[in-house]
């Protein structure tokens, strides 16, 4: 890839260069990608603010915010001033980073030129929002409701926040309204089909595994930690989407002897597809698992600490990395067998809560937002996913820590003092303030605005005010309530 990069530079094409650092991006080199981008604009001679625009429009979608605001600013310099698309990228990226005046700023002109744009009302509402000013923020979004809106993700995206807006000022109805609104503006386009498969291969494909594990295989697997070279400290940071793991992320992550890795797919991309690809469907998983070679354990675990250091853009050092990311859940056999000196922390929450949560979260149209379409399947894929620690959990007694955010909300440090225990690290006052920590980097999760705020327990059982949508759902969730201790 660096030797492609060379030749596209020295050959002076800087178009074949961005898409060589758009393949740097995919395999998580993001600092020698940021590199390229820079050396191709600076080749370019002509349409710089579509290249610019086009560069920071690909680092906001690989989550890399803070590198993506000199080329979109770059653009927005460069294009013409009724053009809305760098400010509105901007904007986005600013709401995301927390910097809400850039955003109003931004939003303002983007409105000169375009009153009735859907985005720049929706993150002038964010914003507003954000600030605490409520009815400015409902005020921005009055218009939703009158106007016909084309089915589109930034409609759908507006609805979330008028939603939002609403659970916020208590006028739960009307919350519920705009989330079950917003579902029903995701576009139907020819990805749609493709997203529906994708959905139903989530939903099942983990059975595959799960279904055919024994304590056997675990033990197994897990004693086979002593066969193998130490190779780094790490913790997978795991548990249902919305259970509190950014919470913990940056409580841990500000420890001076730990380094996250937020939100990548590098166990599933790099490890746990490979390990299955090609194999024929009837096999049961566990037994391909269990017939990995010491050689190929090598070469796999060789692989995820390359793409982790990667990401991460720097060594190690013997710090404890920390491997956050929710669907590591569904993974857990497959870190086990191919990481099985890992330490686990398992975070928990009420399912009811989780079910809210994920519910009126404004999952960008793909595979994982068809999973939510309806409070129905969305509860189908709440227990579905617990489930599966609910099979697992009993077999991990000492590899695993078990975290509710119930817990850690209400007694933060000592929470937090216990997980730092389990992953072999000593209490540090910096790990005790997860929002300074949140303002000091980019949160790559969704919940980015949230986790800027002080801990409080405010959304601890706030499905009740729900309960009236949540009670036919109930029938979903009772048997992983009861089992998790939430009945």
Known sequence: MRKLASQAKATRQPRVLVEVAK???GIYDWQLAVRSFRVALSLTKEHIGEVALDIGFTLSRHSR???SVEFLELANAQLAKDDI???????????????LEKVQELV????????????????AASAARQ???????LQMLASMDKKSVPLHWEAARAWYEKGHIHDKIGEYADAMRAWQTAKQYY????????????????IHHPDRVFDSLTNNHLSHWLQGAKSLPHQQRLTILAGHPRSGTTLLEQALDAHPDAISAEETSIFSATVHGPLFEGKPGGMPQSHILDELTKPQLMKYRRVYRTFIELALGEKTNGRMVIDKNPDLLQLLPSVIRVLPEARILM?????RDILISIFSQPLPPNHNAICHLSLQSSAQFVAKRLGLWIKLRENLPEAACILKYEDVVRNFQPEVKRALGHIGLDWHEQCGNPAQRAAEKVVQSPTYAAIREPVHSKSVG???????WLDPQMSELEDTLEALGYS
């Open 65 to 67: 915010y803070q590198e």
């Open 462 to 468: 706030r499905w009740q005010n729900y309960a009236q």
């Open 187 to 202: 576009p139907t386009d020819g990805n749609y089909a493709l997203y529906q498969k994708q959905a139903q291969f989530i």
């Open 108 to 123: 303002e002109r983007i409105l000169k030129y375009h009153p009735n744009s859907i985005p720049a009302h929706r993150l």
């Open 347 to 351: 975070a928990l929450r009420d399912p």
């Open 85 to 99: 698309r760098a400010p509105l990228l901007l904007a986005d990226v600013f709401e995301r980073l927390g910097q």
């Open 23 to 25: 393949q740097q991006l």
């Open 131 to 137: 600030n605490g000013q409520l009815d400015q923020a």
